[in-house]
């Protein structure tokens, strides 16, 4: 068993010396440390309890320097809030007596993989930080970096969290596990369901426009939107679809600005590991079905009704462009709300985001690739002397806070105003598979007056509030963008996307076979040259038909029969 008994920070002894408090330094406030001067047998079960449970308090605070994965742009943290001391930290300093130190703070994209790389490279990791891959994982193991976490696992994570873990099936710890053992603790990404059209309904309304509900009908919505200019932006201006130049998404269901929906139209389903007509194990992107998807974004980038600018844009020119009004349509999760249509309804009120969600068949139905059940991992530095905080971490946040109904008025607030998730320590979110529609239901029955309201736990509580709040505006002159977020994206986009007709296409790999580590990254720019160049119609359709055979030829088709070998 791991645990200290001297001390666990820099100063603590020093700290005990001059007054019993610890300065802490870089946040700006003073620590409280507990007395050490109790006697040793209770002092060493007050170590060994918070070291071999979920909720047991540590009689000293425990400090550790974390790697920092941010959305610095998006945060909306109060102001004198840092990443080192806000509603979270507080609240887990006051719940465990645990303090992050951070090595770095870097936005989740590629400066933080980079950071990241380099921190491996020179072995001189922080003692805690999110890994955004597996490949990154496999690296960390394979060079002996990090600590083995099955034991704490066991100890140190409630009932709550295992069973959380249970709900997606084994599959999911499987990903963190080597020669069996748990070897870093996996995300959770809960089911979000199928992408939704994102429209202005008041450009709709000032053009006559109705209410899509295939991509036929999004193709209209979009000509009318660049062709008369609704949004007043000037001839020519207005931009029609907005997307990411990835086009798809790799994790199973889009994330915004992708056009997974328009592919799932003709059956396509690109980036993932599917079961073809043939019902083999077969990959999305090189099915006839995803030519026909190609050929039709073809048309909507040559036509306009596709930005013509796809090609260069970022997230926050994407952000951008919607809140500045100079675009009114894109497709994304339920969540769009909250990031970015809340600013957009704070730039110009008088904009009007309504969600749609659109058939891909005849029948009314709308399918959607499962998603990887994880793509990032906590780590622990080997060596480190107390792993176990990554747990109990997780169980504070993820169990006691969030369904035990433990919280602070603060961290409700930090809920109504869309405080972005990572101001938590570990970047990461953990909860059950179904939790969307668990929570959807209970706000609609609860507002419905069919449960008392204080069944809600304090997620679900903070979003009751404001969707009370938003609903009692009938006039929607006194209601905030925050509270509009709230509603619009757990009541109105979550019904529309709740029901029979949601089909989830089973996705069968996630992982990396031995020709993957060293052609994979080959074939992936192979794909996305080729897509983006028919897309633009640098070249022809045909085109494909080369692509395929090229990404068989390359190692695409050793790939496939390793796949199908790890999957049956």
């Known amino acids: 068993m791991r645990f200290k008994k001297k001390k666990t920070v820099k100063g603590v002894v020093l700290a005990l010396a001059i007054g019993g408090t610890f300065v802490a330094g870089g946040c700006g406030r003073t620590l409280p440390v507990e007395e050490s001067s109790r006697p040793g047998q209770v002092y060493e079960n007050t170590w060994e309890n918070a070291s071999s449970t979920p909720f047991g308090k540590y009689p000293q605070t425990v400090e550790y320097t974390l790697g920092k994965m941010t959305e610095a742009a998006n945060s909306h943290m109060p102001e004198g809030d840092t990443y080192e001391n806000n509603a979270y930290t507080r609240f887990l300093y006051k719940e465990l007596n645990v303090q992050n130190r951070n090595a770095f703070e870097i936005d989740g994209n590629d400066d933080y993989k980079e950071k990241v790389a380099i921190s491996i490279a020179s072995r001189k990791l922080p003692d805690i930080m999110v890994v955004d891959d597996e490949q990154t994982l496999k690296q960390l193991v394979d060079k002996d970096l990090i600590e083995d976490l099955t034991d704490v ?27 069996g ?23 709709m309304d000032r053009l006559g426009l109705k209410a899509p509900s295939t991509v036929s009908d999004v193709q209209k919505i979009l000509k009318a939107f660049v062709e008369k200019d609704p949004g007043r932006n000037g001839k020519g201006k207005t931009i029609g679809l907005v997307t990411r130049p990835e086009l798809t998404g790799d994790c199973g269901y889009a994330q915004e600005y992708q056009t997974d929906i328009i592919f799932a139209s ?17 990959y999305g992107s090189i099915q006839p079905e995803a030519k026909k998807a190609l050929a039709t974004l073809r048309k909507m980038y040559k036509s306009g009704q596709l930005d013509r600018d796809f090609l260069v844009r970022n997230s926050n020119n994407l952000v951008d462009l919607i809140v500045q009004g100079k675009c009114g349509a894109f497709f994304g999760p339920w969540w769009a709300p909250n990031n970015p249509l809340m600013e957009s309804m704070q730039a110009d009120p008088v904009a009007s985001w309504v969600p749609y969600l659109i058939a891909t068949d005849k029948k009314g139905n709308t399918s959607f690739a499962a998603q990887n059940p994880t793509g990032k991992y906590v780590v ?58 668990i929570c959807y239901r209970d706000l609609v029955d609860v507002i419905g007056g069919g449960k008392d309201p204080s069944s809600l736990d304090l997620l679900e509580g903070s979003y009751y509030s404001a969707c009370k709040d938003y609903i009692m505006d009938v006039n929607r002159q006194m209601s905030s963008p925050v509270e509009w977020a709230a509603y619009t994206s757990r009541i109105t986009a979550c019904r529309a996307i709740s029901g029979d007709h949601i089909i989830e296409i089973p996705s069968y790999f996630y992982g990396e076979t031995k020709t993957m580590k060293t052609n994979w990254w080959k074939l992936q720019e192979l794909e996305r040259q080729a897509y983006l160049s028919i897309v633009t119609g640098d070249k022809p359709l045909s085109y494909f038909d080369t692509f395929v055979k090229t990404w068989k030829k390359e190692g695409g ?12």
Request: hydrophobic content about 30%; glycine content about 4%; charged content about 30%.
């Open 153 to 179: 696992y066991e100890k140190c994570t409630s009932d709550r969290i295992k069973k959380i873990y249970q709900s997606y099936g084994r599959q999911i710890l499987d990903h963190a596990t080597f020669d």
């Open 181 to 203: 053992r748990l070897m870093a603790l996996p995300e959770t990404n809960i089911d979000n369901g199928p992408s939704l059209f994102w429209v202005r309904k008041d450009w």
């Open 266 to 282: 003709f059956g396509a389903f690109p980036q993932q590991w599917i079961k073809d007509k043939h019902h083999k194990v077969s």
């Open 380 to 437: 622990v530095r080997k060596g480190y002397e107390h792993p176990e905080i990554v747990m109990k971490i997780t169980s504070v946040l993820f169990d006691k806070m969030t369904y035990g109904q433990k919280g602070t008025e603060e961290l409700e607030d930090y809920y109504k105003k869309n405080v972005d998730p990572t101001a938590r320590p570990l970047s990461i979110n953990v909860d059950y598979k179904n939790a969307l529609d």
């Open 557 to 568: 088709e050793q790939i496939t029969r390793e796949v199908a070998e790890d999957h049956f």
